[in-house]
């Protein structure tokens, strides 16, 4: 295969497990309670980097990486915590349909309420936004939403939040990517461990289909995804990956109908194809706006950022995502994070 096609697979495959995470997070809240989910998931993910970063022989962080560490890893729990329990209590596919506005919320954010981006870029978030009612409204008609799909829409705006943090942080500091994510999980690990620790032994009794969703959230849509996606970032350009690994919503509403069993009616078929217009739209917009506005303005060039890990979140399975993607994918990469 050659390298390029390479690259491009291992970014689609990224995005596949990502999609894949809603599913297991859903799953496997039917099983245990959301807290324990995230402390099990948090708690693998902080194992697997700490063994990876010593494997590596570089296990010391750095005062910067452990002060954005612990900060990130107080606002990631944040995101997690809402579209963990988001997605207890709505579909896999629309969690991971609503939380992609990750992508038109995070500019906005960022540049202060949008001051200076085009009106095509509140075209399209206004299309994210007809998307989230039919959503919403899908599958018993127009009523009132879903409380778990506010949460989501909450994780949404929580994460684009967590986002633009991550890209300030970064903006003068050599952050790993790896030592700061094992920081994160630590400190989610230990913010988790609280609220679960009189109740342990109902996680040493899971089945072992709850332990294969926890270590599929932990192992592969954390760690794996992570250094995967770091990876192939460096081997191709800003635009493909964010391309690429902009198809996780298509991957997470594939999921949930083929595995979930969920239905895919006429309105939440629309606002799935409105969503994903929506939210790719605006983020071509954007990041043309960045790129033909940073010699006016002065900001380096996102290769010259230091590295640093981020999260859409993230999805259920994310546990952070390098800052080069939320470069390429117009400011945000979206995941979710879980």
Not at 25 to 38: F, I, Q
Not at 129 to 136: C, E, F, I, P
Not at 191 to 206: K, N, S
Not at 287 to 301: I, Q
Request: include cysteine; aromatic fraction near 4%; glycine fraction near 10%.
């Amino acid at each position: 295969m050659p390298a390029a096609r390479r690259t491009d697979a291992v970014l689609l495959l990224v995005a596949i497990v990502w999609g894949s995470s809603y599913l297991a997070a859903k799953t496997a809240t039917a099983a245990l309670p959301v807290l324990m989910v995230l402390f099990a998931r948090y708690a693998i993910s902080a194992v697997a980097c700490l063994a990876i970063a010593t494997a590596r022989g570089r296990p010391r962080w750095t005062r910067d990486e452990a002060r954005a560490g612990t900060l990130l890893g107080v606002t990631q729990a944040a995101v997690l915590l809402l579209e963990t329990y988001g997605v207890a209590h709505t579909s896999a596919a629309n969690a991971g349909l609503i939380i992609s506005l990750t992508m038109v919320l995070t500019p906005l954010l960022d540049r202060g309420g949008g001051r200076g981006l085009p009106p095509r870029f509140f075209a399209a978030a206004g299309v994210c936004v007809v998307a989230v009612g039919l959503l919403m409204a899908a599958g018993s008609g127009l009523h009132a939403p879903r409380g778990g799909d506010l949460l989501i829409l909450a994780a949404a705006v929580v994460r684009a939040a967590h986002v633009v943090v991550v890209g300030r942080l970064s903006e003068r500091r050599a952050l790993r990517p790896l030592h700061l994510t094992t920081v994160q999980t630590v400190v989610g690990s230990a913010l988790f461990l609280l609220p679960v620790a009189g109740d342990l032994p109902t996680l040493a009794r899971a089945s072992a289909t709850t332990w294969a969703e926890l270590l599929h959230l932990a192992l592969f849509c954390s760690v794996f995804a992570f250094l995967a996606q770091t990876w192939a970032v460096q081997r191709t350009s800003a635009g493909r990956a964010g391309l690429l690994l902009g198809t996780e919503p298509v991957w997470a509403l594939a999921v949930g109908i083929a595995v979930g069993g969920e239905r895919l009616t006429v309105l939440a078929a629309l606002g799935a194809a409105l969503m994903v217009a929506g939210t790719s739209w605006g983020q071509a917009v954007e990041r043309e706006h960045r790129e033909t506005a940073r010699p006016r303005d002065g900001h380096l060039p996102d290769a010259r950022k230091a590295p640093v890990a981020r999260d859409r979140p993230d999805g259920p399975g994310r546990a952070s995502r390098p800052v080069a993607v939320r470069q390429a994918s117009g400011g945000d990469g979206a995941a979710p994070e879980m």
